[in-house]
């Protein structure tokens, strides 16, 4: 039913998808969907790679592919020790790749997890769609509006199926508050706060010898080349050290910082309660610091941040501000209120609860509306309780319908985290119109374009689109 409602939707939209992304042949040969994981660094080690491997029956990880060759080799292990415990298998063979356009040609793969840093996310996956794999994408979507729009089309066209890192909407306390406003269960919304977290000043500008392990011209990929190598730029070179938050995350023009690392998840949440899946904010302003890279430090991005996003013709304020805590606060018309945020679904306001009165993750200005719907005809928010598994069923099912953070609500979502970007590095107001996806602020437009460098480029998924216009 899921499945034919997306085709009749996107043939109503008047676009003719290709049934499914050219995967028809060959895909799943063995039963499961064999999947290479591209970037095998934090998230993928930490995160990705052991949440999904454990589904044995449904899914099978054949390839790794990373451009540094010790994390490369490190996950190669990493996934054969996992089917050696798992499964019982005595010589379990996972595939290397040290150029992901190489895995990508490997027609017995039919999905790829994508956990490379944000500056990445648009090339290699339009090249992966372009390749007929189905995809995982660590948020944010993409760094740029207009990648975002790339993406967002190619996939939409092929009928990938896409799930995005922002697994906060497969989590119950999410949903269930996103679905109440939804409802109207607080009235109309008239303010959202947004807790989204500070980055710290720190890193080395000083140059260092590129690891020999370390292609880091491709690591730069579509950026200044003449960036000089420092590990602080990049990621820990001790395995030990696999886990901790590489330098790259708060350095422009590799990660934005707080207002797309963090926004991925909560800006996404406000977006989704707001019921804002396929449209955005008219404007935003606000004011921003910036990093001291004083005495030789390196990282850029903004600190402190109080922004002021305008939905609804302005009865929305979506107060977006490492002020609050983290976590998404809904404000209904007459003050109620409800709160969300990650952890065990405890009500604070349950009196028997030890820890009432505290931010938890799931709070409410009278516990009567927390109260679940009876309304039959109520909008039902998309649930899934594993955001993981929920993608491996949808490449399964082949229906890029059903995933919680599909393409088309992904890149919305990561809009609204560039427009933060764009007005906290203009100092401007943004101003936004949201249905013809264009920005109507001058000193803005330059921010919009997608990273581009020599042969690091989208112009296959340009091509693709002119050529099936
Ligand atoms: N969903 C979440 O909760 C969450 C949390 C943190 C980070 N993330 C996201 O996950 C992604 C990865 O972050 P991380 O912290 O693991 O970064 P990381 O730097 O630790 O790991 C990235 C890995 O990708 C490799 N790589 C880079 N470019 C590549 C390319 N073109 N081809 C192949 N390999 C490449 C690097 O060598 C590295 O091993 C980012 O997009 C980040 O924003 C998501």
Redesign the pocket.
Known sequence: MQRRGFLKGVLAAGAAPMLFNGCVRGFMANGKVNIGV???????????VPLTIKYLDKCRFTAV????SL?LDF?KRYIEGKYRNLAGEKDPVVKTF???RDMLADKSIDAVM?????H??A??ATDAILAGKHIW????FTQTIEEGRILRDLAVRRGTVMQV???QRSTKQFAQVCELVQNGRIGDVVRVEVGCGLDKEGGSSAREEVPAN?NYD??L?PTDPTAPYNETR???QNLKK?????G??QLEPY?WGMI??WG??QIDIAQWGLGKDDSGPESVEGTCEWMSTAGGKLWNVHTKYDLHYSYNGGKTDVNVSDRYPMGIKFIGEKGDWLYCMRGESVTASDPKDAKAGQMLPLMASDKKLLEPITDPSAVRVHTSNNHWLDWIDAVRAEDPSVTATNASAAQRSATACSLGHMCMKTGKKIVWDAKDEKCLTPEALPLMKPFARGKFNLDRAYEWLKKNA
Not at 65 to 68: E, T
Not at 137 to 140: G, T
């Open positions: 591209v970037g095998f660094g934090r998230i993928a080690h930490s995160m990705d592919c990373d451009l540094d994390r996950g040290s150029c992901y994508l956990c490379i840093p944000d990445w996310h090339i290699v994408l660590q948020k944010p890192g922002s697994w370390l491709l690591w990929g990049v990621h820990s696999i886990d901790s938050r590489p790259w995350i990660g797309t690392n991925a998840h």
